[in-house]
C-alpha cells in the first residue's frame, strides 16, 4: 500500500466516457485516500460529473489547456479514447448501437461501416492527446501515470484497427510505449472486451493477448476502474504493463487483493 497516509491527489483524464465515471466516481467515495479531479471537453461534460470545481474542461489536443487540472496532481489516470461511430443506415440491425455494442460477441449481425468525428480519429486522440497528457505531467512532476490501453495491439491486422481506417490499436501501442520511455513510473493496463455489468469478478492478467482468443478475454469496466484505482495504492504495480481479463460472471472468487496480481506480473512493456 502507499508508503505515507497523505491523500494522492489524482486526475482522471476522459472523465465523462463510460470507464471514467466510474473511475471519478469510485475515488470519489474514498475521499479517505484520495483528493478527485476530472478532466473532460464541455461544460455538458462537466455537468454530467456534477459540475463541480474539481472538474476541469481542456482538450489533450491542447496541451496548454492541460496545465490547470495537472498542475499540483500526485497521479494520472488516461482513460482518453477514440469512439468509433456506426454510420447511420449502414446496417439496420445496429441503429441506435454504440460501436462497441456492435463488436461484442452477442451480436449477431453483419458489420455495419464506421467512422470518426472530425479532429477525433486515433492519431490524435490515442497518440498525439496522450503524448500531451505524458509531457505534461511530466513536466508538473506527476508521480505516477496508469494508461488504459486495449488488449490486440500484438495484432497489427486485428479487426479493430480497420474500424474506420484508424489503427486505432496501433496508436494506443504507439502511446504506450511513449509512457513506458518516458521515465515516469507507470501502470499500462491493457484491457479486453469490455462490459457495463457489476464487476466483481475474478480478474486475470496476461501478456501478448494471450487471454484475448478466451472466454477470460472480457472484463467488466468497473473492474478496470477498479485496478486503476488499486495500482495507485500498489508499488508493485510501476513500471508494469499487463493484459486485464477476467473470468465470466459466477466463476470463481471476486479479486479482493491486487498486490499479488501486481506482483505477478514481469513484463515492462
Known sequence: MAESCEKLTV????????????????????????????????????????????????????????????????????????????KPGSIPDAEGKRAEDVVDSSFSGPMPEFYYEEGQYPEQVDWIGQKNQIDTAKALGVKHIVLVGSMGGTDPN???????????????????QYLADSGIPYTIIRAGGLDNKEGGRELLVGKDDELLPTED?????????????????????????????SKPEGVGEPTKDFKPLFASVTTRF
Not at 483524464?13 to 467515495?29: H, I, N, R
Not at 467488466?220 to 481479463?245: H, N, P
Open 11 to 86: 486526475l482522471v483524464t476522459g472523465a465523462s466516457g463510460l470507464t471514467g465515471q466510474l473511475a471519478f466516481k469510485k475515488l470519489k467515495e474514498r475521499s479517505d485516500k484520495f483528493v478527485v479531479r476530472g478532466l473532460v471537453r464541455s461544460e455538458a461534460s462537466k455537468h454530467k460529473l456534477g459540475g463541480g470545481d474539481e472538474i476541469y474542461i481542456g482538450d489533450i489536443l491542447d496541451a496548454e489547456s492541460l496545465v490547470p487540472a495537472m498542475t499540483g496532481i500526485d497521479a494520472l489516470i488516461i482513460l482518453t479514447s477514440a469512439i468509433p461511430r456506426i
Open 158 to 176: 486485428h479487426f479493430l484497427n480497420y474500424m474506420g481506417n484508424g489503427n486505432i490499436l496501433i496508436w494506443k501501442r504507439k502511446a504506450e
Open 217 to 245: 478475454g472480457y472484463i467488466a469496466r468497473a473492474d478496470v476502474a477498479e485496478a486503476c484505482i488499486q495500482a495507485l495504492l500498489i508499488e508493485e504495480s510501476k513500471f508494469k504493463a499487463l493484459d486485464l481479463g
